[in-house]
């Protein structure tokens, strides 16, 4: 692992731990290359109207390391005045790796632009998992979120959701100008950067390897990961070619695992720094994953086996503060999964005879309506409740939540 890339979690872990809240740590490359600074070395700036801190610190042991840096910061004139540094400059191996840090990114942009100059206060408030407001929504606010997906469908209504709710999001996918215009759109509607595009193929582990290294250098580490990025191809068992089937497991389940091995590497690695923070992996599943498709068995069963991987994630995570969860919506008619003109999913159920009778488009759909005792299909903002519920509650880990208007009733 990069050296940049192992501190960067561990600064922004003891900041949260400081600060009991979300905080922003940002990478500057090159800033303090070649210092010359001996491992381990300890040189701790005093307050008094500084901004800087520097520590040496050794790249052995996320642990060992996190508790250096620690050391290093009680030690220094930053914690006697109840302040958090502008700059964090670590030396490590004759080397310099610098991160400016801030409660949220647009603290990043002030520092770089010079507007801000004084050290950052310590909220008062004690250290601690979470500060839930009055608005569930509050919960994410200024928290480093990640959306696989997220630049259309189910993905795009996640992102603007938690966007809307203070988070900053970053919009990985294989669609890369779909998830740079998003980005682009969401900075403007706002007024700041909150919104990061990251191009990704789930499916392959150095491309997400490659995910997560962005994410710890844009805001040092991440609190949520909504792994929703899947495919769907309708077909009977009896007529699907194996390759396609193949291709919805290598996406739907092993993408997954994938996904939650990096995303959790760095949330384990901010959990040494912060060990009473909790952060949040969720899978965007489907009622599918609880309930058997008809000519449908290749989607329904890399769902059902991701609930696997849920519970079993779940067990072994809770060590770090990492909850695992899924989302499991009902049908989201009005997103292109279902209802792109050419490999929507109301074509290809017309075509593979999935609904008897149904001569047209709007016959699938009124069928498939009619059975949801809400009498509609699932929205963006059904999931986002759900979402935000997850990350809310501090006492639920591998549990499967049916967002599903009733049409899937848990027994």
């Not at 005045?81 to 990043?108: Q, W």
């Not at 962005?214 to 009977?236: E, H, K, P, Q, W």
């Not at 149904?358 to 016959?363: C, E, L, P, S, V």
């Amino acid at each position: 692992m990069k050296p940049e890339v192992f501190f960067a979690p561990l600064v922004r872990g003891m900041f949260i731990e400081k600060t009991g809240g979300p905080w922003t740590v940002a990478y500057e490359s090159g800033a303090l290359a070649g210092t010359g600074a001996p491992a381990g070395a300890d040189a701790t700036a005093g307050a008094g109207g500084a901004t800087d801190f520097t520590a040496g610190i050794d790249t052995s042991n996320e642990k060992i390391a996190a508790g250096q840096l620690s050391s290093a910061f009680a030690a220094s004139g930053f914690a006697g005045e109840n302040k958090i540094p502008l700059r964090v400059k670590i030396t490590s191996g004759g080397n310099g790796y610098v991160y400016l840090t801030a409660p949220d990114y647009a603290g990043i942009d002030c520092i770089r632009k010079g507007r801000q100059k004084t050290a950052w206060d310590i909220p008062e408030k004690s250290p601690g998992t979470a500060d839930f407001g009055a608005s569930r929504a509050a919960v994410v606010k200024n928290r480093a979120a990640l959306i696989t997906g997220g630049a259309q469908g189910f993905g795009e209504e996640i992102v603007r959701g938690l966007a809307a709710a203070g988070a900053l999001v970053f919009i990985a996918d294989l669609n890369k100008t779909g998830a740079e215009k998003l980005a682009a759109a969401l900075n403007r509607e706002y007024g700041r950067t909150l919104a990061f595009p990251v191009e990704v193929n789930v499916a392959d582990e150095t491309s997400v390897q490659n995910m997560a290294e962005t994410i710890a250098l844009t805001t040092g580490g991440l609190d949520l990961c909504v792994s929703n990025a899947g495919v769907l191809r309708a077909a009977s068992i009896l007529e699907q070619d194996i390759g396609s089937f193949r291709f919805v497991t290598d996406i739907n389940y092993t993408a997954f695992a994938i996904v939650t091995k990096h995303c959790g590497l760095l949330m384990k690695a901010q959990h040494a720094a912060a060990p009473s923070w909790a952060a949040d992996i969720i899978q965007i599943n489907s009622k599918s994953g609880l309930d058997g498709s008809n000519k449908n068995g290749s989607y329904a069963g890399s769902k059902f086996g991701s609930i696997g991987l849920v519970q079993s994630f779940a067990k072994e995570l809770v060590e770090y503060s990492i909850k695992v969860n899924a989302v499991c919506p009902g049908n989201f008619f009005d997103g292109p999964l279902w209802s792109d003109p050419e490999k929507g999913l109301f074509v290809q159920y017309l075509n593979a005879g999935k609904v008897p009778g149904a001569k047209t488009i709007a016959d699938v759909k009124a069928f498939y309506e009619s059975k949801v005792p809400m009498g509609r299909g699932c929205t963006g903002p059904d999931v986002i409740r759900a979402v935000l519920y997850l990350v809310e509650q501090l006492y639920e880990t591998g549990q499967a939540l049916p967002v599903t208007g009733g049409q899937v009733m848990l027994s």
